[in-house]
C-alpha cells in the first residue's frame, strides 16, 4: 500500500492543496504560479522519486512570499501524514549533491522535534519570480510542519540557479532515504518507543 496523502489549507492569502505519494516514481503536476519554484519542487519529487501533485493559488500581485511559505507548511504536513506512525522507516537520511560548480549536504532526521540549520548564501535577490530569501522560507516551513531535522549547507557553489536546483534536488535524495523502508526495522526506530 503507497504511503500516501493530500492536505489542503486555505487562508485569506492562499488555497494549497498538495498530494504526495512516498512510494511514487517521480510523477509530478505542479502549479503555483512561480515558475521557477514548479521547477525545484518538480527536481525535488523526481529525485527523490515521489509522486507529488500542488495546486497553489496565491497573492502573487503582493509577492511570492505567502504562496512559497504556505506551501512548505502544506508540503510539510503531507509528508508528515503519509508516513503515518513512521514504523520501519530508516529515518535519517543525507545526501551530498553536486550541480556543476556547486556542491550542497542535505540531513534528515524524522525524529518529530523540527529544527532547520540553513546555511545557503545566494547572491541574487530573485531567480526568475522566485525570491532567493524564500528558499530558507519554504524549508523552515517544511521542517517545522513536517517535525523534522533538517540541515541544508552549501559547501561550494557561484551560480545561484545551480545553488538553489542542488538544495531541492539533495532534499529530495536524503528525504528518499530517511522515509526508506527497513525490513530489519521492527516499529519504529527510536530508544524512546515513539518518533
Same mark, same amino acid.
Given at each position: 500500500?503507497? %504511503?500516501?496523502?493530500?492536505?489542503?489549507?486555505?487562508?485569506? $492569502? *492562499?488555497? =494549497?492543496?498538495?498530494? #504526495?505519494? !512516498?512510494? +511514487?516514481?517521480?510523477?509530478?503536476?505542479?502549479?503555483?504560479?512561480?515558475?521557477?519554484?514548479?521547477?525545484?519542487?518538480?527536481?525535488?519529487?523526481?529525485?527523490?522519486?515521489?509522486?507529488?501533485?500542488?495546486?497553489?493559488?496565491?497573492?502573487?500581485?503582493?509577492?511570492?512570499?505567502?504562496?512559497?511559505e504556505d506551501t512548505g507548511?502544506?508540503?510539510?504536513?503531507?509528508?508528515?501524514?503519509?508516513?503515518?506512525?513512521?514504523?520501519?522507516?530508516? %529515518?535519517?537520511?543525507?545526501?551530498?549533491?553536486?550541480?556543476? $560548480? *556547486?556542491? =550542497?549536504?542535505?540531513? #534528515?532526521? !524524522?525524529? +518529530?522535534?523540527?529544527?532547520?540549520?540553513?546555511?545557503?548564501?545566494?547572491?541574487?535577490?530573485?531567480?526568475?519570480?522566485?525570491?532567493?530569501?524564500?528558499?530558507?522560507?519554504?524549508?523552515?516551513?517544511?521542517?517545522?510542519?513536517?517535525?523534522?531535522?533538517?540541515?541544508?549547507?552549501?559547501?561550494?557553489?557561484?551560480?545561484?540557479?545551480?545553488?538553489?536546483?542542488?538544495?531541492?534536488?539533495?532534499?529530495g535524495k536524503a528525504l528518499?532515504?530517511?522515509?526508506?523502508?527497513?525490513?530489519?526495522?521492527?516499529?519504529?526506530? *527510536?530508544?524512546?518507543?515513539?518518533?
Amino acid at each position: 500500500m503507497d %504511503r500516501k496523502a493530500t492536505i489542503r489549507r486555505t487562508t485569506k $492569502e *492562499t488555497d =494549497i492543496e498538495v498530494t #504526495i505519494c !512516498l512510494d +511514487g516514481t517521480g510523477k509530478t503536476d505542479i502549479e503555483t504560479g512561480i515558475g521557477f519554484f514548479d521547477h525545484m519542487l518538480d527536481g525535488f519529487a523526481r529525485h527523490g522519486l515521489f509522486d507529488l501533485t500542488v495546486k497553489a493559488a496565491g497573492d502573487l500581485d503582493v509577492d511570492c512570499h505567502h504562496t512559497v511559505e504556505d506551501t512548505g507548511i502544506v508540503l510539510g504536513s503531507a509528508i508528515l501524514e503519509a508516513l503515518g506512525g513512521k514504523e520501519g522507516i530508516k %529515518r535519517y537520511g543525507n545526501f551530498l549533491l553536486p550541480m556543476d $560548480e *556547486t556542491l =550542497i549536504l542535505c540531513a #534528515i532526521d !524524522l525524529s +518529530g522535534r523540527p529544527y532547520l540549520n540553513y546555511d545557503a548564501p545566494f547572491t541574487a535577490e530573485r531567480i526568475g519570480d522566485l525570491d532567493t530569501e524564500m528558499v530558507r522560507e519554504f524549508f523552515y516551513a517544511v521542517s517545522y510542519s513536517a517535525k523534522m531535522n533538517l540541515h541544508l549547507k552549501v559547501l561550494d557553489g557561484i551560480n545561484n540557479h545551480h545553488i538553489a536546483e542542488a538544495i531541492f534536488k539533495g532534499f529530495g535524495k536524503a528525504l528518499d532515504m530517511a522515509v526508506s523502508v527497513d525490513p530489519r526495522v521492527e516499529g519504529t526506530w *527510536t530508544t524512546k518507543g515513539t518518533l
